[in-house]
């Protein structure tokens, strides 16, 4: 019976692939001759080649599919995922997450089905298909926290900059060039995009929408105001650098006075687990008919359900929102 599942599981996942295959080489295709051409016709000129495969070759968020470029649109996903992808700073589309979202669900349905409860089967279902997303969330988190804190250096730049002389446009390329990633990268986006000819208002709009920061917003609205009603550009920049700072010690202070309430989280959500090992190491018979029985399982499901949303709600409760 279990050569049996394992083969028709497998032979599941080859169809799948065989038709998420066939769907990939259908939308890279008229990608792939245009890049193509263009690296033909610049492979003399590796910098021309550079900026001309940036600029020709667009990256659509969804591609030829068709009905299922209609789903994205009809149920508004693609441009939520599509803002996920772009403030995690990854280059994977809409509709290769959507495939490896699929992909790894079925995978994850099949695992489940092997234990034969149908709650597990739905739980992995929907766990393995999240897994991207949660990669993703995560990989946000990251380089949201990166770019607050080379933001403050980031401004102190461009107020040297603008206080030597230069322009604003000036000092955006300027930091582009000079700040580390993500922060670098971001502004040097947003230097090209007014270079070549949108308006430094949606530039800085564009910046805010790949960067979800509170303090990026902050400085965003001070250089379209002081654009519109004047005012000390550096001086501006230079508040707002130190109030960045600041409030970067007021969120030490308040991670310092709320430790006790995360390792309380911690210790209380690992105290069961502990306390399982323990008992099964004294007395291994004592918990045999929890892990042998079906009520026992269940009990055990509804255990970890409970433990997880206690974890939650206390992460909730010690969790200061700043962003």
């Known amino acids: 019976m279990t050569f049996i599942l394992i083969g028709m599981f497998l032979s599941i996942m080859l169809v799948i692939l065989g038709v998420f295959y066939i769907i990939y080489k259908k939308a890279y295709a008229q990608e792939h001759t245009i890049s193509k051409r263009v690296q033909e016709y610049y492979k003399t000129n590796p910098m021309e080649k550079e900026i001309a495969v940036s600029s020709i070759v667009r990256e659509d968020q969804l591609g030829n599919l068709g009905i299922f470029d209609r789903f994205l649109v009809k149920f508004d996903l693609a441009p939520k995922l599509q803002r996920l992808l772009t403030q995690a700073g990854s280059t994977t589309k809409v509709r290769e ?34 897994l991207p997303l949660m990669r993703l969330e995560a990989q946000r988190r990251n380089r949201l926290k990166q770019f607050i804190r080379g933001f403050p250096d980031a401004l102190d730049m461009m107020t040297s900059a603008i206080r030597a ?7 955006l390329q300027l930091v582009g060039m000079e700040a580390p990633d ?91 687990i502990i306390f399982v090992l323990i008992i099964s190491v004294l007395n291994p018979d004592y918990l045999t008919p929890l892990f042998q029985d079906k009520i026992g399982h269940y009990l055990i499901l509804l255990a970890a359900i409970l433990q997880i949303i206690g974890f939650i709600l206390i992460r909730q409760i010690v969790r200061i929102k700043y962003q």
Do not use: C
Not at 109 to 127: E, K, N, Q
């Open 97 to 130: 997450l959507i495939m490896l979202m699929s992909i790894l669900a079925v995978v994850g349905f099949f695992i489940g089905f092997v234990t034969g409860i149908l709650v597990l089967r739905v739980i992995f279902f929907l766990l393995f298909g999240s």
């Open 165 to 171: 002389g230069h322009a604003l446009n000036q000092a």
């Open 182 to 272: 993500p922060v670098g990268v971001e502004f040097k986006k947003t230097f090209e995009q007014h270079n070549l000819g949108l308006n430094l208002r949606e530039a800085l709009i564009n910046l805010s929408t790949r960067l979800d920061s509170l303090d990026l917003k902050l400085f965003i609205t001070a250089i379209l105001l002081q654009r519109e009603t004047g005012g000390n550009l550096t001086e501006i920049l230079e508040k707002i650098s130190y109030t960045i700072r600041e409030r970067f010690k007021l969120i030490g202070q308040i991670r310092t006075y709320t430790a006790q309430g995360r390792m309380s989280a911690w210790l209380l959500g690992t105290l069961p």
